[in-house]
């Protein structure tokens, strides 16, 4: 099963740019991950954001989570190339990790 | 061991064997979780252990799917009569169980049915 929905599906722009990613989810979370795949292996968490927060900072990472929308963003600043990969969204609300479809992000140099 | 690992990194059987792919979390790591993931799509829940049981295996797609965790540490995910959509990568991830807690990857396994 799968609650969150990515959008957009993919994203491509120039290094430098801001990449902004959305996911949208169903039901009632108790934190909200962000992970990061390359090349169809392994993910690698990004951030996390509690419930009770509404915006975190993480080097160029800065996530905000609206429950009252069941939403959340992440903002990738200033992008480099290497920032090219899958990002999820995966929300837990008590068990396991439910992840997004994710958005495809392609950094240009 | 420093992370997760998972073995084999690749299985190619043929339709209707059975397969075994294992998992080794991270040490000390409480909370288990398989997932498969199919090309272009998110990681879709099987499984999660919370020690030697499995506290959710509400993802597991039919009887054919089964995993252990006999010591509440190695687990095994076990496939029997493969089929051809059974092909994706396997994932496993685990976590020290505390909550909001990062939850750490291995590399995963492709599995090929032939």
């Known amino acids: 099963s799968q609650q969150g929905e990515e959008d957009p599906q993919a994203l491509s722009i120039q290094e430098g740019e801001n990449a902004t990613m959305n996911c949208s989810y169903k039901?009632?979370?108790?934190?909200l991950q962000w992970y990061r795949q390359n090349s169809g292996r392994g993910l690698v968490h990004l951030i996390l954001i509690r419930s009770n927060e509404r915006e975190k900072h993480s080097g160029r990472l800065r996530v905000t989570l609206d429950t009252s929308k069941k939403s959340s963003s992440l903002l990738i600043t200033a992008s480099r190339a290497a920032d090219t990969a899958s990002y999820f969204c995966?929300?837990?609300?008590?068990?396991?990790?439910?992840f997004g479809k994710g958005t495809t992000l392609s950094v240009s140099s | 061991g420093a992370g997760v690992s998972q073995t084999p990194s690749n299985k190619v059987t043929e339709k209707g064997k059975y397969v075994e792919l294992r998992c080794d979390p991270i040490s000390g790591h409480t909370a288990l979780y398989w997932y498969r993931q199919s090309l272009g799509q998110g990681p879709e829940f099987l499984i999660y252990?919370?020690?030697?049981?499995?506290?959710?295996d509400s993802g597991l797609p039919n009887d054919r799917f089964f995993a252990v965790r006999p010591e509440g540490s190695v687990s095994t995910l076990k496939i029997q009569r493969t089929e051809r959509g059974d092909s994706a990568v396997y994932l496993c991830?685990?976590?020290?169980?505390?909550?909001?807690?990062?939850?750490?990857f291995g590399q995963g396994t492709r599995l090929t049915v032939v």
């Open positions: 039901t009632s979370i108790n934190n």
């Open positions: 252990f919370q020690g030697t049981g499995a506290a959710d």
């Open positions: 991830a685990s976590t020290n169980g505390g909550g909001a807690t990062e939850a750490f």
């Open positions: 995966a929300t837990d609300a008590g068990t396991a990790l439910i």
